[in-house]
Structures are given as structure tokens and as C-alpha cells.
């Protein structure tokens, strides 16, 4: 089985969550696991998240690593307020620390963030543009490892998915 593959810490939170693995995380995970480039294509309801993000969570469990070592880019807001209580769940199961930067993040979370950044950021693609020209949060951005954007559908072709590239470009 698929979940085979992580660390019992992890394999014992997935068998609490998941009967067993959906056929887009049987498929996808080991290729992430191996570190490969992966774009995940499937129904809403299928498990993307989890697929991208449960081999990404094994590798920061298994291997030191600083903050910000993932970068989360979600295409919107909404997306983000969604996502937030799943990804709450594990990074606090693991103890993982998690937080979410976008246009309406007070002044006080930026100044937290920057202070004390979190191991996952999930982000818009606008806002990577703006914290990238941030010193300090710009040089915990260095460590990232690991890169998910989710709903990549939605930036293509447009100027927002011209923005998102150049922020990755920028990151690299």
C-alpha cells in the first residue's frame, strides 16, 4: 500500500484519515516521494491535497529542515480560508507550523512572520510577488524545498499565471 511509504508517525495519522489510498494518491505519491515534478489532474473530492502534501510532510519529518521549507500557492483567498482547517489539522498533528499570507494578513501576522516564519506558507501568487521584495521574509524564503501550487488551471493563460511564474522564477 501507497502509505507504506511513510514514516510510522505519519502512516498512523493517514490510516485515521483514509480507509485506503485514493487511485490518484496511489499513482502520484511515490513519484513525490521520490522528489519528482508532478501535476496532479482530478476530481474535486479525490484527494489532491493530501497527495501533494502527505510525502512533503514525511520528508520535513524525516530530514532537518528550516522555515520556510514549503511554499503553498493557492490561485485565492477563499481557497486559502478552505484549505486552513485541513492543513491545521496535520501541521499540528505533526508538529508543523503553518500560516497563510495574502493581501488582508494584518500588519501584526506579517511582522510574526517574518519574525518567527512558520515550516509552510500558503500563499496567492500576488502575494509572492510582494514578500519577495521583503528582506527579511525574503531570506527565509531561501529554504524553500518544496513547492505546491494547487488549481494551476486557473493561472494558466491568463496574467495572473504570467505573475505566478515570474514569482517562481524570482524564487528560484
Do not use: C
Amino acid at each position: 500500500m501507497v502509505f507504506e511509504l511513510f514514516s510510522k508517525e505519519l502512516r498512523n495519522l493517514v490510516k485515521d484519515r483514509f480507509v485506503s489510498p485514493t487511485p490518484i494518491q496511489s499513482k502520484a505519491i511515490p513519484k513525490i516521494a521520490e522528489g519528482k515534478n508532478v501535476l496532479i489532474s482530478a476530481s474535486t473530492g479525490s484527494g489532491k491535497t493530501e497527495t501533494a502534501l502527505l510525502p512533503i510532510f514525511d520528508k520535513l519529518l524525516g530530514e532537518e529542515h528550516k522555515p520556510i521549507s514549503v511554499l503553498y500557492i493557492t490561485p485565492l483567498r477563499a481557497l486559502n480560508r478552505n484549505l486552513q482547517d485541513r492543513l491545521f489539522w496535520w501541521a499540528g498533528k505533526l508538529n508543523l507550523d503553518i500560516s497563510i499570507r495574502h493581501g488582508d494578513t494584518t500588519q501584526y501576522e506579517r511582522s510574526k512572520q517574518a519574525d518567527n516564519p512558520p515550516d509552510i506558507l500558503i500563499s496567492t501568487p500576488e502575494t509572492l510577488q510582494s514578500i519577495l521584495v521583503g528582506r527579511v521574509i525574503r531570506e527565509h524564503l531561501r529554504n524553500v524545498k518544496y513547492v505546491v501550487v494547487d488549481e494551476v488551471h486557473e493561472l494558466v493563460g491568463s496574467k495572473r499565471g504570467v505573475q505566478l511564474s515570474i514569482g517562481l522564477e524570482r524564487l528560484k
